[in-house]
């Protein structure tokens, strides 16, 4: 058997801890992670291990899942920039409907016919019609957990394409549903069926668009993404608006819920048009169309990526054991147990993004803004606006994600959400009492309130969607993905269901509950999540398989003993720090020890400090 080596026209693989097997982070050396470190472990890759793989069976009830990826059927174009732009389109259109279906309640639970229907009109003053208006909304979360769980499987056992149209085909039913419901049972159970393919769609697009794309601003087109997102809610929140103009108050909100249906449509019928993810065919014996596929959205020559990615298979084959939920959870060996804790940061990090009461802001605007002392008219325009404002915001996060890290885009995000709900808290308090200054603290309750969706939108809107796909190895990252929407799921339902509660209870007192969630939630980032901005999923791989410890500053210590030069965890990977580590030379980032750092803090005590605290924040990557 041939061995990969320098000389050798195949692939050189670095074997020092945290090196990339390519200089491009965004090529093939991220798709190889997992496999490189097995290479480390077995001390040499083998050219024929990666030549004869016994690929497993297709399931046997594939078939009974219609769609899926034709060859002939793809569409093709002469440029693969092309494709990638097509595919991201794609993609920015599944995610907007994401958006559109979860802000489509906002105004149907102002609407007093659709009160009536569902037999829980009045809600002010009347508690358990308070409780069923918010779990109407709560039962649709039940769904999406549902549905991730569901498609994470589907995913790897018939492929991304037929998760897809799995998802589809249940969002049309639940849409139709919504749309003609007449009573609170018929439309809950609409609410959960539109939820279980919300949430497998939810799962499968962002793990597709990855695995078909090739980028290396990962944070930058998630971001982009994300634009899509917000303004489908805000289109949601318009197209309500406006109908609830028409006279005819059933069609006010029936509408809104039918209009679905053209996004559904779009996404389960075109989404067969389109390439099917290169490892999942090559994992399935598939190799010729796999090739296919990367000639079809790669430029230059594919087969460096190719060898790649079998490297993965092998691994993933060899892992099988693993790539199961109950597995991920209580794991039988060190494999497994390094998944659960990038189970644990996944599903944790989308539950803290809804307790910074982003849900309650956007969800219960036209509430919030009428508390303030406005009319429901300005309250339903204010709200309106505001999503706007939302979603011209997320473009902030394409260059704050990758330009200044996950770590600190969070901390000093949720800092400047946590001063704004604090102050608009104690406006709030004063624009419900009369006077002469009461419009006056409506006023800044409203401006509070649109710069606090501004700063969830740059700072938290996406990172707890793009954390799960660099942290999960590709042998597991469709299942990642579904705990992430679980995580998700979770956050939102609990959110949804209490916050009708909360304004008839504590009315301004929700805006200062809120600012304690989000002083709650800095500790958890700084001390548990590791940054990802600028390192391969090589490099994260080392991070869980070296560190022995959940708090990210003992565990970077712990790297560091083990001589791996790439050991600051709690800072971003720079371009010319990634080049030095691969060229065998030890990055700037990790040149300056914690003891030079207090060296030079001690030089000067009147300015000791200013040193010392940019020394923490500069360790805990902050600055």
């Not at 472990?41 to 034709?70: M, R």
Request: hydrophobic share 45%; glycine share 8%; charged share 20%.
């Amino acid at each position: 058997m041939a061995i990969f080596s320098k000389s050798s026209k195949t692939e050189h693989v670095d074997d020092r801890p945290g090196v990339s097997a390519s200089d491009d982070p965004s090529e093939a050396s991220s798709d190889v992670a997992t496999d490189v470190k097995h290479a480390e472990k077995t001390g040499e890759l083998q050219e024929d291990d990666y030549e004869n793989l016994n690929y497993p069976e297709p399931w046997k009830y594939e078939k009974w899942f219609i769609g899926g990826y034709s060859q002939k059927r793809m569409i093709k174009f002469k440029n693969p920039a092309t494709m990638y732009k097509a595919i991201n389109l794609f993609a920015g259109v599944a995610i907007m409907f994401y958006g559109y279906d979860q802000g489509v309640m906002s105004q149907v639970n102002l609407n007093p016919d659709y009160l009536m229907r569902m037999g829980i009109y009045p809600t002010k003053g009347n508690q358990k019609n308070v409780a069923a208006l918010g779990g109407i909304v709560a039962v649709y979360y039940g769904g999406t957990l549902i549905g991730a769980l569901i498609a994470g499987s589907l995913a790897d056992r018939c492929g991304r394409i037929k998760a897809v149209v799995f998802g589809a085909m249940w969002a049309l039913l639940g849409a139709a549903l919504q749309a003609s419901a007449n009573n609170i049972a018929w439309m809950c159970c609409a609410r959960v069926i539109a939820g279980v393919g919300v949430g497998a769609i939810d799962c499968v697009i962002p793990v597709w668009s990855a695995e078909v794309s090739s980028h290396s601003a990962r944070g930058a087109f998630l971001a982009i993404e994300f634009f899509m997102n917000i303004g489908g809610l805000a289109l949601a929140y318009w197209i309500e608006y406006f109908a609830y103009l028409n006279p005819n108050k059933v069609m006010a909100w029936r509408t809104p819920l039918a209009l679905q249906i053209i996004f559904i449509i779009i996404i389960g019928v075109g989404i067969n048009f389109f390439p099917e993810s290169p490892r999942w065919l090559m994992k399935m014996g598939r190799e010729k169309e796999s090739r296919d596929v990367l000639q079809a959205t790669r430029e230059g020559d594919v087969e460096h990526e190719l060898r790649g990615i079998k490297k993965v298979v092998k691994f993933e084959l060899e892992t099988s054991g693993a790539n199961h939920y109950l597995a991920m959870i209580w794991p039988k060996d060190k494999y497994s147990s390094r998944l659960r804790w990038r189970v644990i940061l996944a599903v944790w990090l989308q539950i803290m993004q809804e307790l910074v009461g982003i849900g309650v802001i956007t969800v219960y605007a036209v509430d919030l803004f009428q508390d303030a002392g406005f009319s429901e008219e300005l309250s339903k325009l204010l709200a309106g606006f505001n999503n706007l404002s939302y979603m011209f915001s997320v473009i902030f996060a394409v260059y704050t994600l990758d330009r200044y890290g996950r770590r600190s885009t969070m901390v000093w995000g949720a800092v400047a959400m946590a001063l704004e709900l604090l102050i608009a808290g104690i406006c709030d308090k004063y624009a419900q009492i009369e006077g002469p200054k009461q419009r006056s603290f409506g006023a800044a309750v409203a401006t509070l309130t649109f710069i606090y969706t501004a700063t969830f939108g740059a700072t938290w809107l996406t990172t707890p969607w793009l954390y799960p796909t660099e942290i999960f190895p590709l042998n597991v990252r469709a299942k990642g993905g579904a705990w992430s929407v679980v995580g998700w799921s979770i956050g939102n339902a609990l959110i949804t269901l209490i916050t009708p509660f909360l304004f008839q209870a504590i009315s301004y007192g929700t805006l200062l509950l809120l600012f304690g969630l989000n002083i709650f939630c800095i500790p958890f980032v700084i001390l548990f999540y590791p940054e990802t901005a600028g390192r391969s999923l090589e490099q994260m791989d080392t991070f869980f398989e070296h560190g022995d410890s959940y708090n990210v500053f003992k565990a970077s210590h712990q790297i560091r003993e083990k001589g791996i030069d790439d050991w600051r965890w709690t800072k971003k990977m720079h371009p010319e720090d990634q080049k030095e580590l691969e060229a065998g030379r030890k990055a700037s980032t990790t040149q300056r020890s914690p003891e030079q750092d207090e060296k030079d803090a001690r030089q000067n005590w009147k300015k000791r400090p200013v040193y010392t605290f940019r020394r923490k924040a500069s360790n805990a990557g902050l600055m």
